[in-house]
């Protein structure tokens, strides 16, 4: 049988925080239950991002303290600029990718004049304006220097691969309709890899065999087998796991920092606290307390 390996992969957006924690159990205990590895990866792609070195290593010290354990090296995904370019480049030879040159709020503007919002999963789907542009037109707006990004051609995806399925450990066997995501974006200027684009990479490089992630992002597996399946790469199967709530329901977001690891730590909790108001917290439908 294949070794299990899973793998915890934060974005070093603010401080590690009990939302963090649930998701590195998660994927550790899948990894004990199998005898299994589990990986640690970071998720710093976004250059723009202040204080990100400043956020990883806290991130290293709060998981130390924790006592939670990674097997192998870790993967850091600002160093593999260089990989993610090389499949930018193969998806640009399958005519996959088209470059957008809209901002912000010319697609806002775009979606207001539609008079209705295009049918999205994924929040707003991008009307599609550049991919209506010929290739000579975009190739001068390019060498001119106008800013753009990447997008990925969801329709095109479809019609190579149709509708590839993908099991999630709780929820099945599920079908991945590719035109029901608008075209994301792959790559910009100021980030040259999309999340999409580096965390199927990166879990194929990995070898990852199960990821466990929030079930917020239930809805990027879908883009994320369109990837694999336009790519060719091995599909692993999936577990989205609930997420942690207050009291009265709303879901933790990294701004409630009284839930980060490091203020915790402060307040004089011990990791066994810790990890004990996790098991409850999830014995109580996700609801956590302190
Ligand atoms: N880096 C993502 C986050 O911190 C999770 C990545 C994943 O599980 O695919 O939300």
Redesign the pocket.
């Known amino acids: 049988m294949r070794e299990v390996i899973t793998?915890f992969?934060?974005?070093p957006?603010g401080p590690l925080h009990v939302g963090?924690l649930l998701?590195a159990m998660q994927a550790r205990r899948l990894a004990d239950a199998h005898g299994g590895r589990c990986l640690l990866r970071i998720?710093d792609i976004d250059v723009t991002r202040a204080r990100s070195k400043e956020w990883v290593d806290l991130m290293y010290e709060d998981l130390a303290w924790l006592g939670i354990r990674f097997d192998g090296e870790v993967m850091v995904q600002s160093s593999r600029f260089g990989a993610y370019e090389q499949v930018l480049v193969q998806l640009r030879t399958m005519g996959l990718l088209y470059p957008c040159f809209c901002t912000r709020t010319e697609i806002k503007a775009q979606i207001a004049e539609m008079g209705r919002a295009p049918h999205a999963t994924l929040g707003y789907q991008y009307p599609g304006t550049c991919k209506h542009l010929s290739a000579d037109e975009a190739q001068a707006r390019i060498a001119r220097g106008d800013a753009h990004a990447w997008r990925l051609d969801m329709q095109r995806v479809q019609d190579l691969v149709g509708c590839p399925l993908w099991a999630d450990l709780r929820r099945g066997v599920q079908r991945c309709v590719p035109s029901d995501f608008g075209d994301v974006v792959l790559a910009r200027k100021e980030m040259p890899a999309s999340?999409h684009l580096a965390?199927v990479i990166d879990?194929a490089e990995q070898g990852v065999t199960h990821?466990?992630?929030?079930e917020?992002?239930f809805d990027?597996t879908h883009i994320?087998r369109a990837l694999q399946a336009v790519l060719g790469l091995p599909v692993p199967q999936y577990l989205h796991h609930g997420l942690l709530r207050d009291n009265t329901g709303k879901r933790l977001a990294k701004r409630d920092g009284a839930r980060s690891i490091a203020s915790l730590r402060a307040a004089g909790f011990s990791p066994q606290d810790v990890r004990h108001s996790l098991r409850h917290a999830l014995a109580r439908g996700g609801i956590w307390f302190i």
Do not use: W
């Not at 990821?211 to 929030?214: A, N, S």
């Open positions: 793998r992969a934060p974005t957006s963090h998701a998720e999340y965390v879990d990821v466990t992630r929030g917020d992002l990027a994320h």
